[in-house]
């Protein structure tokens, strides 16, 4: 009885046992990239699994799973038992799967370079496929590309070909994936492993056909088909058809699916691109240099941030950094780290977090002198500075709430929740966004405002001992801009451009405003010093002191003025493509200056405001050497005659033959200020040969007001005739021509590339374009971006429709033959909807004629910002390296 009572509670326990639910609990570990518990759970079972006999798939599918999670867990060795068993069970059920097993098993052998043994277990794979008569001739074509490179790492170099011969045979009806293997592998051992030239002459030989079969493949790619609706409206009596509105649902799941169908085929093209595995390894190189130390002083502490990373450390000596207060890696993903401002004493730090590229962030504070955050997060605003109160127990800050478009400015005290932040003002009008700064010995709190709808500049002050009493009026509304750059004493200074278009500096006495406010009229403003012949992009006033940055023509130069004694002090002269991006506050009267050029990686310089002298405090070493690259401005001539300033960089010995693989740029809208980067992505393409252009477009802030509005609203047709302009000069200044020309934009810049793709789709080779705005006859009707307004009209008038509707890119878009085009957006993008995207996407793919791709990426859960920029770089260097012909050719 005991011995039957025992084989029942045996039985009993097998049936507990339940493969299926082991394997699915495991597999979903695996999926979310967590091997180490995936195979902890295989391994608990392993056991049963044992039990489970020779012949049992659910067994061979567990030991398989449990081999490649301990591969990726690096444990090469355990991992081989375990694909041995699996594939031996699948090999007696006759189950392809077995390829699977005895492929990772080889993987595990290279991993611990037995080669010999790697190329046998592969030998007995392609064995396999010809006894059992597989059809399949993706496996025997991955095989012998493996078998080849395992035969190479043994130098039997006669059968290293033979097998890479096999393998590019058998690439022709194979996915694009398996073809782009088998390139990597020939490239890294041409670039990287061969020193025989009979060797390199075979393998460019073989690289050659094997390119020839990628080509043929990605040419034969057919679109992801989109579902049309009929949609047509009437506006001002013409009929627009609009029929993948559905897109616009972004979040519905219809739409979803088809974002997952989207990335699949462009995921598959883009990763399948010859050299893209070299483009990986060179970029991740450039981004292995050290980080750039930039040391500023906050009260009685310095702080050092490093940059690029986002690390922030403090100290009470300028040399000794310790204690790091901030990094990016304490947060997760999906989280980035926004702007931050220390308190007055030093002590506190408040800091904004962004969610999924969000605008929407969330404010936190950190105690610096315990490590410990403060209670009181502030969530879902939308923000972007703040201004502590003189004894740092609280801030100032103006924001917008969810579902609210009337900005509030708000005071937070520390170790107070959200809910008792106190209303200091809320504006009646929606849409007007307002900046804050302390002022007047921290007796007043002043406002400077900017509206969306119309232009409209403001300042005014609030007495922060009593908020409730009446603001004092400093500007009333108006169309010139005022910037807040520093106070002395008794009065403030700010840039503006009031009967200066290329800006001037003027001052205001606050003592004035008070005595102004009693009779009800407007302080005046002072002349502090007059509009200068050059365009005068920064200022910082600091004592008595006061420092110009000025572009010129031909550079950037910082200009110094004693305002006491009214004295012009010595300019310094930065190099050309050079700009002063960021200033630091160091010891009076020493600041910090942050350079960078084009070509010239970040510098950090100080600057003596007494004695003027100006020295080298740090730069950012780049992983290539910059000196060997060259940058030029030179000048293109648009449609109306107008002067369009850009800059061209190069490798030093470039040939102007018109063959040069380009990347232009622009952006030409919001009065953005176009400072040089010294970007890695851009050091990449050159190093490989290729030619980066930055185009200064009217629309942004280059050359002072009137050519930021002859940008804009009615003229908005000038910024794309200026871009067509500088890439026509490009091409006449033989530095390339139309199949080796490609754009690039972002944003405004999105709008700009799909403008000039859809003007002169015969003028580019390639195009990107990124979270651009596409459809501008629904722009404002797409969330927060009835802010731009200002910057475009909207189409709800006759006037503005027909000047939308003449350069829209969706509504220009025509049956013909267009150039390749990647676009990128972000999935939770809510400042320009992924609706443009989408629906500029899935029209192109119907209209296009030729065989060049069009490319949807799609980043999920990511705003206006991105994540995963370094995977978008590579994307961007493998689409135009191998659409304007310099991928995989420069790396041979």
Known sequence: MRRASGARARSKRKADFNCFEVNSAAYKFYKAGDYKNAAKILLSNKSHIAKLGKMDEGAAYAYWLL?????????????????????????????????????????????????????????????????????????PQRMHAQVGYCYWKTKDFDAAFDAFEKSVRQSKNVPLAAVSGLVEKLMHLLSVEAKDPSHKKML????????????HLLNQTVFPETRKEVVSEKHFGAMISDPYRWLEEVHADEVKQWIAVQNRYSNSYLEAIPGRGEVLKRVHKMFSAKTLKVIYKVGPYYFSSDKPATKLFRSERPGQFSQLVLSSEDWSKNCRLGNSFVSRDGKYIAYFVMTNGSDWQTIYVKNMDTGKRVRGVIKNVHARMLTWDKNSTGFYYAAFDRGDDRCQIRYHKLHTSQAEDKVIYKFDEPDVYASISIIGNHKYLMVTTYGTKKTRHSIFLIKIQNVRSRRLNVLKEQSKGFYFIGQKDDRVFFITDKNAPLFRIVSLSIREVEESAKSNRLPRFRQALEEQPHLLKRAFKWGEYLVCVYATDECEIIQRWNTVKNTKLAAIKLPVGTSVNEIYYMDYPNIRMLVEGYTIPTTTYELNFETGKFTTKSAYQSMLDTSQFVTEKLYARSRDGSRIPFFVRYKKGL??????????????????????????????????????????????????????????RESKQHTFDDFIAVAQALIRRKYTRPDRLGISGFSNGGLLTGAALTQRPDLFGAVEIGCGLLDMLRFHKFGTERHFELEYGTASTKKFFEILRAYSPLHNLRKRKYPAVLINTGSHDDRVSPAHSYKFAATLQELQQSDAPVLLNVEMNAGHGFHAQSYLGINRLSFFGYQLGLIPKALL
């Open 655 to 712: 040939k102007l033959n018109g063959a040069n693989p380009t990347i232009m740029t622009g952006y030409g809208g919001f009065d953005r200020d176009v400072d040089p980067s010294c970007d890695n992505y851009d050091l990449v393409w050159m190093d490989l040969g290729g030619v980066c252009v930055e185009a200064i477009l009217r629309g942004d802030a280059g050359l002072g007001a009137d050519w930021r509005k002859a940008g804009t």
């Open 67 to 139: 081999g490649i999670s301990l591969f990726m867990c690096e444990k090469f060795a355990a991992c081989e038992p375990y694909l041995l068993q699996a594939g031996r069970i699948y090999d007696d059920l006759k189950k392809s799967e077995v390829l699977n097993c005895m492929w990772w098993r080889a993987m595990s052998l290279q991993a611990r370079n037995q080669f010999k043994r790697a190329a046998r277990v592969l030998n007995k794979a392609i064995e396999w496929t010809e006894a059992n008569a597989f059809t399949d001739s993706e496996w």
């Open 204 to 215: 460019r030989r073989l690289l050659r056909r094997a390119n020839k079969n990628v080509s």
